[in-house]
């Protein structure tokens, strides 16, 4: 399977600061995915990380608070923008390789101040 | 979207079988999952099934499907401590690749 590794995994910020979270993979995938799990909370797909092109956001989410990109088949950032403190949560990247099997990074654990 | 629900806790003896229902409501999913979440960690893939089978067996880890009641259930035998952790049901969306999650079943094993 694939291993992923997520920078940072963890940190506490300040409101209206942004934060980049960068999600590598040892090999190339097919499709790269960002959630959300608020605590105590199920995850939550936010966007699809397209290469070469704009992400598919779920409703919901937009570019202007969670730009995402995906440079290569192995790289993808996601940042969150203008941070509040609704925005403490994990943050995960996962990845497939074939259709059926799919695997998550470690996730950021964020706090906003 | 469409709903996964579970429930939210279960606890067992340690040495007992452990048995996580879970049901869901997009009778296109494809693929059913199981992952597990241990404190202050990632999602680990537990098992998968696809939805022609009913079921699918992994060393201690049994996957019941009944795709007629959309109905899946994760059973645990010989339960350990460590296998103490939220556990979440998940299905592929009508999107095909990207998932939807229950909210997960938190399982305490008791010595």
């Known amino acids: 399977s694939a291993v992923i590794s997520q920078k940072p995994s963890r940190d506490i910020c300040q409101r209206g600061t942004s934060l980049t979270i960068q999600c590598q993979v040892d090999s190339q995938v097919t499709m790269m995915f960002w959630y959300r799990q608020q605590p105590g909370q199920s995850l939550t797909l936010i966007a699809t990380?397209?290469?070469?092109?704009?992400?598919?956001?779920e409703s919901g989410f937009v570019i202007d608070k969670f730009p995402i990109s995906r440079p290569n088949l192995t790289f993808s950032t996601l940042t969150v923008s203008n941070m509040s403190p609704e925005d403490s949560s994990i943050y995960l990247c996962?990845?497939?390789?074939?259709?059926?099997?799919?695997?998550f990074g470690p996730g950021t654990r964020l706090l906003v101040l | 979207g469409e709903d996964v629900e579970q429930s939210l806790f279960l606890s067992v003896r340690e040495g007992d079988s452990s048995v996580i229902n879970c049901t869901y409501t997009?009778?296109?999913?494809?693929?059913l999952y199981w992952y597990k979440q241990e404190p202050g960690a990632g999602l680990q893939l537990l098992t998968y099934?696809?939805?022609?089978?009913d079921m699918k067996q992994d060393q201690r880890l049994t996957v019941l499907l009944n795709k007629k009641d959309k109905h899946l259930s994760l059973r645990i035998a010989d339960t350990q401590t460590g296998d103490s952790a939220i556990y979440f049901c998940a299905e592929n969306s009508n999107s095909g690749y990207a998932l939807n999650f229950g909210k997960g079943t938190s399982l305490l094993v008791t010595p």
């Open positions: 997009d009778s296109s999913s494809t693929y």
């Open positions: 099934i696809f939805s022609n089978m």
């Open positions: 990380a397209n290469q070469g092109s704009e992400a598919t956001y």
């Open positions: 996962s990845v497939t390789e074939l259709q059926e099997t799919q695997y």
